[in-house]
């Protein structure tokens, strides 16, 4: 006799409502369908994966057992939260996913009051969660604030900020720390479940409560002896003693993949007066899937691949990565240099630094989730005669903006900052775009700014920045490939703060900074077709700047135009400054500049996102001729004037 077919349940569930109508023990057939939805759908995307397949059973219960969106679901990251959005009405659109007009990697609170807070820089949860607690708790309105963080994100110094300010929130309060690298607990099984389950309970929270109140009648002594003997050992049984010192009654810790486990806790959590409250979930990044179960990353990140086999597709074939010519001449420069040394906030691969961990591994420093730190452990670093380089993303090391300031350049230490991701970045979209930093560091004093045209002056910046020792430097580079030109066989030294003329002309002068440059030779010949002979300058420094080669385009040209990957207030308007201070404004000059709208720009492809800013060939040679149309100085908002 054959079996019936099994219904599906994840048709059934739009929304966390209808997941509430099931019955627990449908729940499991739920998890597993929509995992199964999670890999089919990032198949077609590429994106994150293992994490979203760590929390799929966490996901599911946390929607069925809390009153969201009332109660606040926040996660850390967001890379995490597919599934989540999966559950939230999002899933006739979730092969949509990075894709330009489509959902966010990430939660953002414009797409669903199911994200109450965006994110995708790492442990901003616990902060924000708080915050969304002390608000209700003020205005004596329902709903708690739920924050799942991963112990990845647990080594940032913002997590424990937020939790040593946590008691103001109370029982409104609720962390889940995520331990998917089991760096923190072994595995666990039925002693710790229920464990887990009787310390959560009613009737023991009830206990405990009772019992505070009868000592606080004795001695204040003898009340905080009966608290200190409970505390240690409810630490001796289940660990968290750390999460007790700092205000947290800490639950766990409990298999995050067994629902049994998960829901009676997240139940007994959810009705206890007792807070702030840490559940210590322990999970397994890219559960349920074996291609990603058997990779080293678990499948963190991933192209589109055939869900089968788990094979993805490979990347189209093409010139190195920067970040990979970063990282090797990096390594070669320590070959020469024994104080060089690498520093990189939880991105050794990301940043192009893996090899160099290979190679020198004492000189090699992985500081995790703590741009702040890194930043000033490199300064120290300098300071005792180091060559440190602190490779860190452009949206990352917005992070650490005041070490950079105080801790580096007011005191003109030589620390190389490796800036990654510079520009827009495609998919990740607006919260991982690399606009600021021209802006950030070319404001600062004893700083010097330098940014690649491409790989080939990659290598010599790299090695530039290896021999400057007079004060801080950073050299810039976007994502992705270079554009094809051979790597020099030696690299050269620059000079600090001088550009270079690619291409002579005598109308247009078109100043390059960055890997613009490449649109603006395709602008070049487009003018040159139409009459317009023009120079190519590749500026190289948006700090200092090249004032000699600058004040001779500006002088020599009918018009002249700036370009850059970053906001305003960067190389063109330092540009507009000097042409202000000399008075070549006076003079009845022609100049334009042209950046990054004033917008966050969403997730697209890189070209398209690039067109959209009005950054491309098309958009320089409009500018040109409406400024040869025009006869004062006139500014173009990034986008076609």
């Not at 729940?27 to 994106?47: C, M, P």
């Not at 090249?546 to 001779?552: G, N, S, V």
Request: with cysteine; proline share 5%.
């Amino acid at each position: 006799m054959s079996e019936l077919p099994v219904t599906p349940l994840l048709d059934s569930v739009d929304t966390p409502q209808d997941l509430r109508k099931l019955d627990q023990d449908q729940l499991r057939q739920l998890a597993d369908e929509l995992r199964a939805e999670t890999i089919s759908a990032v198949s077609v995307t590429g994106g994150h994966l293992g994490a979203g397949l760590g929390v799929v059973e966490l996901t599911v219960a946390l929607h069925y057992v809390f009153d969201t969106p009332r109660d606040r679901l926040i996660w850390d990251v967001g890379h995490q939260a597919y599934p989540h959005k999966i559950l939230t009405g999002r899933r006739n659109r979730i092969r949509t996913l990075r894709q330009g007009g489509g959902l966010s990697g990430f939660t953002k609170r414009s797409e669903s009051e199911y994200d109450p807070f965006g994110a995708a820089h790492s442990s901003t949860s616990i902060s924000a969660a708080v915050g969304f607690a002390v608000a209700n708790k003020i205005a004596n309105q329902p709903g708690k604030a739920i924050a799942v963080i991963g112990d990845g994100a647990m080594s940032a110094g913002m997590a424990y900020e937020a939790m040593n300010n946590a008691r103001a929130a109370g029982d409104r309060l609720v962390v889940i720390l995520n331990d998917n690298d089991m760096s923190i607990a072994p595995p666990v099984g039925g002693l710790s479940a229920y464990l887990a389950r009787l310390i959560s309970s009613s009737e023991y929270l009830g206990l405990r409560s009772l019992a505070k109140r009868v000592t606080r009648k004795l001695s204040r002594r003898v009340h905080d002896a009966a608290e200190k003997a409970e505390e240690f050992a409810r630490g001796m049984a289940t660990g968290g003693t750390l999460f007790e010192e700092l205000g947290f009654y800490y639950v766990g810790p409990i298999d995050g993949h067994n629902l049994d486990h998960l829901i009676p806790v997240l139940e007994n959590v959810r009705d206890a007066d007792e807070g702030p409250i840490l559940i210590h979930v322990v999970t397994q990044k890219g559960k349920g899937y074996a291609p990603a179960e058997a990779s080293a990353d678990k499948y963190h990140g991933v192209q589109k691949f055939d869900v089968i086999s788990g094979k993805q597709a490979a990347a189209p074939a093409g010139p190195p990565q920067y970040q990979n010519v970063f990282g090797a001449q990096l390594v070669k420069e320590a070959e020469r240099d024994p104080t060089i040394c690498a520093i990189t906030a939880a991105m050794p691969s990301g940043t192009g630094l893996s090899k160099f961990a290979e190679a020198y591994p004492d000189r090699f420093f992985d500081v995790g989730i703590a741009e702040q730190h890194a930043v000033t452990f490199a300064a120290g670093l300098a300071a005792q005669g180091m060559r440190p380089f602190a490779a860190i993303y452009s949206t990352f090391l917005q992070r650490a903006y005041d070490q950079v300031v105080h801790d580096v350049a007011l005191q003109n230490l030589p620390v190389r900052f490796a800036i990654d991701r510079a520009g827009l970045v495609g998919a990740d979209g607006a919260t991982h775009a690399g606009s600021f930093d021209i802006t950030y560091l070319a404001t600062l004093p004893n700083m010097v700014v330098m940014a690649a045209a491409d790989e080939a002056e990659l290598v010599h910046m790299t090695h530039t920045a290896a021999m400057h020792d007079s004060g801080p430097i950073a050299v810039r580079y976007p994502r992705g490939n270079g554009v094809g030109v051979a790597l020099p066989e030696a690299p050269e030294r620059l000079e600090i703060g001088k550009g270079r003329i690619v291409r002579q002309g005598k109308t247009v002068a078109i100043l390059s900074l960055g890997t613009r440059l490449e649109e603006a030779l395709k602008a070049a010949d487009r003018l040159e077709a139409q009459g317009l002979s023009t120079t190519v300058a590749d500026l190289r420094f948006a700090k200092p700047l090249d004032e000699a080669l600058i004040r001779k385009l500006l002088t020599t040209h009918e018009v002249a135009v700036t370009i850059e990957e970053g906001a305003i207030g960067g190389l063109g308007a330092h540009v507009l400054t000097l042409a202000s201070d000399t008075g070549l404004i006076d003079a009845g000059l022609k100049l334009r500049t042209m950046r990054l709208p004033d917008i966050y720009q969403d997730h697209d492809k890189p070209e398209l996102q690039y067109k959209e800013a009005g950054l491309d060939a098309d958009a320089i040679v409009d500018t040109v001729l409406k400024a040869l149309r025009k006869n004062s100085v006139g500014v173009v908002e990034g986008a076609r004037a």
